[in-house]
């Protein structure tokens, strides 16, 4: 049989690229192969023995990661329609392609519950969930948690329940953080019970209960900094005095906390939170005056609130979701509506749509970035080895280097 003709290109592309870097010093080619989209790595793993063992080491994974993010490139958003997800190429805005995910959806909904150094968090109907890595196409089902439709006798569950993907770097360990909201048959009192999923211990633990009340079901909260964050109030009575707030919650040390809001913000408005450029911002609706974009520029520093830009009323645009700046840094590309995708110029305060082929009539839309972060978390040494080690990365660098990388073809 045939080779075909694209997978012969292919292979003579791989090894030509490979002579050539063979006789580069093992430093540059760590960087030049960290500058790489995952695509090219993985079909890089198959030329040496060598390679393979430096793109599967934690060494490069973590690199190759930095990397992305200091130059911005790999990045992709990930569109939500029904059943169905679609990714598109940030660099080119060309197509929406489809993607296999692995979940049985029953002719139903699919939620992205996260998005996260690359790895993206999904669940159906039936609350299977998956922790997936659409680059790689690794993923690895949860474990499931007991039915809880009610909490005792005087609360039931009033349906709002909302997670949250993120990272905690002390322990090299990825967490998803579920709510749920059990309203009691007085209509007064609540119970938002919090749990918290460990990828590396692939195990759920209940925590303290949130004294907050949810304001939007199903919301996949915002990861900035090492927090989740969510919308919500104090109490449960919903007039349109009741304040909302904006909560974070810390991955690493699993507690919660309130986020300042800007000082200058007209507060009569309804909120939503997102991330743009690292930063956490904030989308204020108001019913008369269109929609404001905030953003907090230094996390935890309340006077770093600036106001990004705004979306007149006359636009006639009904919701705002700022996604990820230009190349530039002068235009911000946002989700218009759920129906579009937007430029918003900040120096003309113009915007322009964006047209892709194979684009959802309706979505939603979520960044995410390349990477070869593995969904089976390989065991941590023991933390005294570690300082006795010294500097972890840097030893691995060293011992990855001192192969040298020659390649036998």
Same mark, same amino acid.
């Given at each position: 049989?045939?080779?075909?003709?694209?997978?012969?290109?292919?292979?003579?592309?791989?090894?030509?690229?490979?002579?050539?870097?063979?006789?580069?010093?093992?430093?540059?080619?760590?960087? #030049?192969?960290?500058?790489?989209?995952?695509?090219?790595?993985?079909?890089?793993?198959?030329?040496?023995?060598?390679?393979?063992?430096?793109?599967?080491?934690?060494?490069?994974?973590?690199?190759?990661?930095?990397?992305?993010?200091?130059?911005?490139s790999h990045l992709s958003l990930i569109l939500r329609k029904d059943s169905d997800l679609y990714c598109i190429d940030f660099d080119s805005l060309n197509?929406?392609?489809?993607?296999?995910?692995?979940?049985?959806?029953?002719?139903?909904? #699919?939620?992205?519950?996260?998005?996260?150094? !690359?790895?993206?968090?999904?669940?159906?109907?039936?609350?299977?969930?998956?922790?997936?890595?659409?680059?790689?196409?690794?993923?690895?089902?949860?474990?499931?948690?007991?039915?809880?439709?009610?909490?005792d006798s005087n609360m039931c569950l009033c349906g709002a329940r909302v997670y949250g993907l993120g990272y905690d770097a002390v322990h090299d360990d990825?967490?998803?953080?579920?709510?749920?909201?059990?309203?009691?048959?007085?209509?007064?009192?609540?119970?938002?019970?919090?749990?918290?999923?460990?990828?590396?211990?692939?195990?759920?633990?209940?925590?303290?209960?949130?004294?907050?009340?949810?304001?939007?079901?199903?919301?996949?909260?915002?990861?900035?900094?090492?927090?989740?964050?969510?919308?919500?109030?104090?109490?449960?009575?919903?007039?349109?005095?009741?304040?909302?707030?904006? #909560?974070?919650?810390?991955?690493?040390?699993?507690?919660?906390?309130?986020?300042?809001?800007?000082?200058?913000?007209?507060r009569k408005c309804q909120i939503d939170v997102g991330y743009l450029g690292g930063c956490l911002c904030i989308v204020a609706k108001y019913e008369d005056? !269109?929609?404001?974009?905030?953003?907090?520029?230094?996390?935890?520093?309340?006077?770093?609130?600036?106001?990004?830009?705004?979306?007149?009323?006359?636009?006639? #645009?009904?919701?705002?979701?700022?996604?990820?700046?230009?190349?530039?840094?002068?235009?911000?590309?946002?989700?218009?509506?759920?129906?579009?995708?937007?430029?918003?110029?900040?120096?003309?305060?113009?915007?322009?749509?964006?047209?892709?082929?194979?684009?959802?009539?309706?979505?939603?839309?979520?960044?995410?970035?390349?990477?070869?972060?593995?969904?089976?978390?390989?065991?941590?040494?023991?933390?005294?080895?570690?300082?006795?080690? !010294?500097?972890?990365?840097?030893?691995?660098?060293?011992?990855?280097?001192?192969?040298?990388?020659?390649?036998?073809?």
């Amino acid at each position: 049989m045939k080779t075909p003709k694209s997978t012969v290109d292919t292979t003579q592309l791989q090894i030509q690229a490979s002579k050539a870097m063979a006789d580069l010093p093992p430093e540059v080619i760590v960087d #030049i192969l960290s500058r790489l989209p995952v695509c090219l790595l993985l079909r890089f793993r198959s030329i040496a023995k060598p390679w393979r063992s430096l793109i599967d080491s934690s060494y490069f994974v973590d690199l190759h990661l930095t990397q992305s993010a200091e130059s911005k490139s790999h990045l992709s958003l990930i569109l939500r329609k029904d059943s169905d997800l679609y990714c598109i190429d940030f660099d080119s805005l060309n197509d929406a392609v489809e993607l296999n995910h692995p979940l049985m959806c029953y002719s139903n909904r #699919i939620r992205v519950l996260g998005s996260c150094n !690359g790895l993206l968090c999904i669940c159906n109907v039936a609350e299977d969930i998956a922790f997936w890595n659409p680059s790689t196409k690794k993923y690895r089902i949860l474990p499931s948690l007991p039915s809880d439709r009610k909490r005792d006798s005087n609360m039931c569950l009033c349906g709002a329940r909302v997670y949250g993907l993120g990272y905690d770097a002390v322990h090299d360990d990825y967490k998803l953080v579920r709510i749920s909201q059990f309203i009691g048959l007085d209509y007064l009192s609540f119970v938002s019970e919090v749990r918290v999923f460990s990828l590396r211990n692939n195990a759920w633990k209940r925590l303290e209960d949130m004294p907050y009340v949810l304001c939007y079901t199903r919301k996949m909260g915002i990861l900035v900094s090492g927090c989740v964050h969510w919308v919500v109030t104090r109490n449960l009575e919903l007039d349109q005095h009741a304040m909302e707030l904006v #909560i974070a919650f810390d991955v690493t040390n699993e507690t919660c906390g309130e986020v300042p809001m800007p000082q200058n913000m007209d507060r009569k408005c309804q909120i939503d939170v997102g991330y743009l450029g690292g930063c956490l911002c904030i989308v204020a609706k108001y019913e008369d005056k !269109g929609v404001d974009v905030w953003t907090l520029k230094e996390y935890g520093v309340k006077e770093s609130w600036s106001k990004l830009f705004t979306v007149s009323q006359t636009r006639r #645009i009904k919701s705002v979701r700022p996604l990820v700046y230009s190349k530039n840094g002068s235009e911000v590309l946002f989700e218009q509506d759920h129906e579009n995708l937007a430029w918003f110029d900040l120096k003309s305060q113009r915007v322009k749509s964006v047209k892709v082929r194979g684009l959802p009539d309706l979505f939603e839309a979520v960044v995410c970035m390349e990477s070869l972060v593995s969904v089976h978390p390989c065991r941590r040494e023991d933390k005294k080895k570690q300082e006795a080690a !010294g500097d972890l990365k840097n030893k691995k660098r060293d011992d990855f280097l001192s192969q040298g990388f020659k390649l036998v073809l």
